[in-house]
């Protein structure tokens, strides 16, 4: 069935997300904080037939779904709820709110209930693959909310992902989602200090890579990022400032819930580090950089 959609955030991720929706006969509304980015990036998306919005003011009002893609917790909150033209203001009841962005599942929760006194409904769909399953349409998103939004969401997103997966309450599909970024990340560490003993007692990093990728301490992470570790090739799939974001999110939520993750504090710190040195738009795996520091003399 054919639905107006709101799109807000069009970046690497969001473009080839409003592609598929376009793709598959939707009628797209989108808003960008950048204006320019109708006459550049997302060009090719108002010339396909999406209407670009200059404000958030009445951005929501002949909307059936809006889906926001933003960088953090803040943006989410003033998008959504907190700035005069926010979406809750406009929304019609019964609007279907969808966020995929990576955020704080606290905030996310009180996100959700000021959208249930409103009658709006809400989704936080989180998603995983980066960039190229954006545009191969092969997301996998994790979603909290109601059983009955959650249902109306995956209809839509279907669009461009391939698993999607209702985890619990709103709320719970951020949980999932910094999970998996928990996972992401110390992984990323744990080959970096793989392939950095590797090279400390004298083997060939490659040789070691390829007599391990295939084992069980080998994953997909390794193989995609090891070969950039050895190569020193750190331009950006991932960038680094992303899994910065999301590990110091993950902390600071297990923190607040009384929780110490040591390999987390530690890849977090490390992430922060890599930001402070001006490497925010490298690679995730940039990170093994981090641990010339720490050679001993």
């Not at 917790?73 to 929304?91: F, K, P």
């Not at 929760?109 to 190229?132: K, N, Y």
Request: net charge negative; hydrophobic share 45%.
């Amino acid at each position: 069935m054919t639905q107006t959609i709101g799109f807000i955030g069009l970046g690497t991720m969001g473009r080839p997300m409003v592609q598929h929706l376009i793709n598959r006969g939707h009628r797209l509304k989108l808003y960008a904080r950048r204006p320019e980015a109708f006459q550049q990036e997302a060009r090719h998306l108002v010339e396909q037939g999406a209407l670009a919005v200059s404000t958030l003011a009445d951005f929501a009002t002949d909307c059936d779904v809006i889906i926001t893609n933003v960088l953090g917790t803040a943006d989410v909150q003033s998008v959504l709820i907190d700035h005069a033209d926010a979406i809750i203001h406009s929304a019609s009841p019964d609007t279907l709110v969808i966020d995929h962005s990576t955020i704080d599942p606290i905030a996310t929760q009180a996100i959700a209930r000021q959208f249930a006194q409103a009658r709006v409904q809400f989704v936080d769909a989180p998603v995983s693959g980066g960039v190229w399953a954006a545009e191969a349409g092969e997301l996998v998103s994790m979603l909290g909310g109601t059983t009955a939004a959650c249902e109306h969401a995956v209809s839509i997103i279907s669009a461009y992902t391939k698993a999607q997966t209702r985890v619990g309450d709103a709320g719970h599909g951020q949980i999932a989602k910094l999970a998996n970024q928990i996972a992401q990340t110390v992984t990323i560490q744990g080959v970096a200090e793989s392939l950095t003993f590797a090279r400390t007692m004298g083997a060939d990093p490659q040789a070691v890579f390829e007599a391990i990728k295939d084992g069980m301490g080998g994953s997909p992470m390794m193989s995609l990022l090891a070969p950039k570790m050895i190569a020193e090739d750190y331009q950006a799939g991932i960038a680094a400032r992303l899994h910065a974001k999301d590990a110091a999110i993950a902390d600071e939520a297990a923190t607040h819930a009384g929780q110490t993750l040591p390999c987390l504090q530690q890849v977090s710190a490390l992430y922060a580090e890599l930001l402070a040195a001006g490497d925010g738009d490298a690679d995730t795996s940039k990170l093994i950089t981090r641990l010339a520091s720490r050679s001993v003399a």
